[in-house]
């Protein structure tokens, strides 16, 4: 397997590089316009091909998780203890296809709302040219996750029809800081899981190293995303604050709980209903996601985003 030029670890976490951007007015957007300078310097010395990267060729051993089996949602359940080892790592690969397969869904969903409001731009402008690197690395990664969830001997796993139509809206209408901040919550998610997934001998080399490259280059994205959402929300009105931030919190809950879908129970050899049953009342894995979300939810109450409409819809999601 093609081994990674750096460690995502050593990178900062994008939450401790971001700074507030400036006004968008042609004098005070410099600092904006270099920190998309800076992004775009580090895309040209740090960027991976997953075609060349990733080890496609070597059939997929099975002796090994698709994930950290602590981040499985039945982990820790009764149901858990009952699987033998052989099932714990099919129901960890195809939990990892499901999670791969939503990170398309909403890539795409990312992809048209930067393209839209790139729209007709200065394309001069560093930051235009950062938006479109970034729209050529998601295109990247949704292939390497297709070519991984099928790697992993998984079906093509889709959120529910509703959320679905929902997310077709969402990429239609959703402007400014709504965009950027729900682009935010769900690469902060997927990053903090791949951080650990990454580092974890017990799961595929190939997975690791797909996690490895998305950490990479999100946390690029992220960066960008805290900082667009920062400018867009500097003059906002406190109706308009209220109602984005609503939105937001919408649009997190069915990111979040689309990631991983009812079906990968069945195709593990388990009894649906019953996993079902025992995932929602599974408190470690409520209690891993808050925990992991900590640096995210104090992001978005700095921006004044944690209304208590929003507070809601993510409690509702295990993320705070």
Not at 32 to 56: G, I, Q
Not at 187 to 196: A, F, G, P, S
């Amino acid at each position: 397997m093609a081994s990674s030029t750096a460690r995502p670890a050593d990178q900062a976490h994008p939450s401790q590089t971001a700074t507030p951007s400036t006004p968008a007015t042609p004098a005070a957007a410099a600092p904006e316009r270099e920190a998309a300078r800076r992004l775009l310097d580090s895309s040209a010395k740090l960027s991976y091909d997953p075609a060349t990267e990733v080890d496609w060729d070597t059939p997929l051993d099975e002796g090994f998780h698709g994930m950290s089996p602590e981040w499985s949602t039945l982990y820790g359940t009764r149901y858990w203890q009952e699987l033998t080892e052989e099932q714990r790592k099919e129901l960890t690969r195809q939990e990892s296809a499901s999670v791969a397969s939503t990170g398309i869904w909403f890539e795409m969903i990312l992809q048209q709302m930067v393209l839209r409001d790139m729209y007709a731009k200065d394309p001069t402008d560093p930051r235009f040219q950062w938006a479109l690197t970034e729209v050529a690395d998601e295109c990247r990664h949704s292939i390497m996750f297709g070519r991984g969830a099928a790697k992993l001997g998984a079906p093509a796993y889709r959120p529910a029809r509703f959320v679905l139509e929902l997310g077709r809206a969402f990429k239609t209408l959703a402007v400014g800081e709504a965009a950027y901040a729900s682009i935010l919550v769900a690469e902060e998610v997927l990053d903090v899981m791949q951080r650990d997934w990454m580092r974890d001998e017990r799961v595929a080399p190939f997975v690791r190293t797909i996690n490895n490259i998305h950490v990479v280059e999100e946390s690029r994205h992220m960066k960008f995303a805290r900082e667009e959402t920062r400018a867009r929300l500097r003059h906002a009105g406190p109706v308009r604050r209220h109602v984005q931030a609503l939105v937001v919190s919408i649009a997190s809950y069915f990111i979040v709980t689309s990631m991983v879908n009812r079906e990968v129970y069945a195709n593990a050899g388990l009894d649906t209903e019953r996993a079902l049953a025992e995932a929602r009342a599974n408190e470690h894995h409520k209690s891993l996601m808050r925990s992991s979300c900590s640096g995210l939810m104090e992001f978005l109450a700095s921006c004044r985003l944690l209304t208590r409409p929003a507070l809601a819809f993510y409690k509702r999601a295990h993320l705070i």
